[in-house]
């Protein structure tokens, strides 16, 4: 737990993000888990994800912009990415964090940046899945969410619920009532007690309970976790439950346990890797760092044979 917060402090450290950005052996080990800084780089991770098998979902890594001209930049990246998402046929679907749309600016702004982008979405028949942030958005997400799914009418958006809140058992719940699509995740930024369950042991019964729910009366949840016990656990559950594999999808990220990503897809299971792709990886990359210490092991072997 020390090196996990540690990690996540380093995340939000700027002198030590200068650093890190400004190595070349730094950048070749965030190419493990980001596909590079251009679209282009994205589309091509892609193409060879799907050949593989498996699904994918981009997207592109920023948040916490603080210029309206910049999260307008951000909207006109997504219908880009869009639009050659269509061109190359791609099974692909795009993520999106609220705060990189300008949430932190102006709430209204992000609404109506948020609409542009599903109206593209839309327009391509396409799927938008709305990030979850730290705790401090989880409550304005969900408003959010809830506003364009509901009362605008867009259905081609969905949302990511977190394990570790304590306040996830009623959003699921929620979430199942509206039939909602959800990714079901642990959670990856650092929380205080009174809103996050302190213990993995927790966080893990926690997702597993969420989980059920999901596949018994989810509309088509992605199961987002690289834990091969809970994995397993979900294997079990939808063999005795009847529950069709057609019903529910594994996500895991890109770079993460390629060889259970291959196992999955070999075994039949729908499989959608989350592929991130921009300049702005470095806190994205920490975070992947904080939540398996494998990861942490895979970067200190680089920096000693770099």
């Known amino acids: 737990m020390l090196l996990r917060n540690s990690l996540l402090w380093l995340a939000g450290n700027r002198a030590v993000q200068q650093m ?11 190419r493990r888990f980001v ?3 251009t679209i282009g780089d ?11 098998g498996a699904a994918v979902s981009l997207d592109y890594l920023g948040e916490n912009v603080v210029a309206a001209d910049e999260a307008r930049a951000v909207v006109g990246t997504y219908g880009s990415m869009l639009r050659a998402i269509a061109a190359r046929h791609l099974n692909c679907n795009v993520s999106l964090k609220l705060t990189a749309l300008g949430l932190d600016i102006d709430r209204e702004l992000c609404i109506a940046n948020l609409r542009h982008v599903l109206e593209t979405a839309r327009e391509y028949g396409n799927f938008i899945r709305i990030d979850m942030e730290g705790s401090d958005y989880t409550a304005v997400t969900l408003e959010i969410f809830e506003h364009v799914y509901c009362t605008l009418g867009y259905d081609n958006v969905g949302i990511v619920l977190q394990s570790y809140l304590y306040r996830s058992a009623a959003d699921v719940g929620r979430a199942i009532g509206l039939r909602a699509r959800v990714r079901l995740c642990k959670g990856a930024y650092k929380e205080p007690p009174e809103v996050a369950f302190p213990d993995k042991s927790e966080v893990d019964r926690s997702y597993v309970s969420l989980a059920r729910a999901l596949l018994r009366h ?10 091969e016990r809970i994995i397993e656990w979900a294997k079990r559950f939808v063999r005795e439950e009847g529950i069709d594999s057609s019903r529910y999808e594994f996500q895991m990220l890109y770079g993460v346990r390629r060889d259970l990503q291959r196992r999955l897809v070999a075994d039949g299971y729908n499989l959608r890797l989350y592929v991130p792709y921009g300049e702005a990886w470095y806190p994205y990359l920490m975070r992947r760092l ?9 970067v200190l072997r680089a920096l000693r044979h770099g």
């Open 20 to 30: 890190v950005m400004g190595s070349a052996v730094s950048r070749a080990v965030a």
């Open 35 to 37: 596909a590079g800084e």
């Open 42 to 52: 994205a589309l091509a991770a892609a193409e060879t994800i799907n050949r593989d």
């Open 218 to 227: 989810g509309n088509y949840p992605g199961l987002a976790t690289h834990d």
């Open 290 to 298: 904080a939540e398996r210490p494998a990861n942490l092991l895979f």
